[in-house]
């Protein structure tokens, strides 16, 4: 809703909109310009931001959505130098929005793997056209409620207002927000878990003979080497939901929500089962 409300306010006859990593309604590879790659040293899924940017792309108005904390489905993240390095050469007139809906997993695993994971913030006191886009639909658990914030420049931010419906964001909505953000100990308890399960079920998933992309988020991407949408049909039989990632064009992949202690050994359980049986076959 958040991007929707940007692009909106600049969507003129020549705005172009490109989204530089897969959002969860652009596939990866969607824009010429984004896509997640494949590293040729670690074999693993990055995020990667800035392709084609020296290609005289941007026109007037354009609208620039860069995913960089937590890229969905792949979990990547661009990297703050990278992001530095990308928006170094985009043009002033740009703006580029910074979807991060995975921040806090993202801030949790940069404090673990002692890296910095953006400098989001930084870009938008500098007075870039940068605005930040965070939800309090991930670590803070209210998905479905509908609320989000963005952090950018005044006077962009009031264009920006202008554009919402209104009461868009219901009082009921914004009650819970402002309790979430009070309740650290939910916080820090749902980043502890996720940090913690995504190592158990990365090595539970990998011990399977499969290969999972490192995570920044609170899903792990999965690589299966088999029709996915097959094995989610099995899982789904066994009670256990997941995303198979034809519609992202990875048609062998799945996409993993790391959930809680006793939910991921369902889950490990279930996916053991299910893929023997690919095995016998
Ligand atoms: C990268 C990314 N951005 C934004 C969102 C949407 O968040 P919200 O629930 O606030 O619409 C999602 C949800 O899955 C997402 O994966």
Redesign the pocket.
């Known amino acids: 809703?958040?991007?929707g409300i940007v692009v909106g306010a600049v969507n003129t006859p020549c705005a172009e909109i490109v989204p530089q990593l897969g959002?969860?309604d652009a596939p990866p590879g969607a824009s010429p310009l984004g896509k997640s790659v494949v590293s040729p040293v670690t074999g693993c899924i990055t995020a990667h931001v800035g392709d084609g940017l020296t290609g005289g792309t941007f026109r007037n108005d354009a609208v620039n959505c860069t995913?960089c904390a937590?890229?969905?489905p792949t979990g990547t993240v661009a990297g703050a130098e990278e992001l530095d390095r990308f928006l170094e050469k985009v043009p002033d007139h740009v703006i580029v929005i910074l979807?991060e809906?995975?921040s806090d997993f993202a801030e949790t695993f940069a404090a673990i793997r002692g890296v910095e994971y953006s400098h989001s913030l930084n870009y938008v006191h500098a007075g870039r056209k940068v605005v930040v886009?965070r939800?309090?639909?991930?670590a803070h658990g209210l998905?479905g409620v509908?609320?989000?914030y963005g952090i950018g420049p005044a006077e962009l931010m009031t264009y920006f207002a202008r554009m919402r419906t209104t009461f868009s964001v219901s009082v009921v909505a914004q009650a819970a927000a402002v309790a979430a953000l009070e309740d650290e100990a939910h916080t820090r308890k749902a980043l502890e878990n996720n940090a913690q399960q995504a190592q158990r079920l990365t090595e539970g998933i990998s011990d399977l003979g499969y290969r999972v992309v490192p995570t920044w988020a609170n899903f792990l991407y999965c690589e299966l080497g088999e029709d996915a949408a097959a094995v989610a049909k099995r899982l789904q039989a066994e009670g256990v939901i997941i995303r198979a990632l034809g519609p992202w064009g990875a048609p062998t992949a799945i996409r993993v929500t790391i959930g809680t202690p006793e939910q991921n050994d369902i889950f490990l359980k279930a996916f053991k089962r299910v893929t023997e049986k690919v095995t016998v076959r």
């Not at 939800?135 to 991930?138: A, D, G």
């Open positions: 809703m958040l991007v959002l969860q995913c937590g890229d969905n979807d809906a995975y886009l939800t309090f639909s991930k998905a509908r609320v989000g």
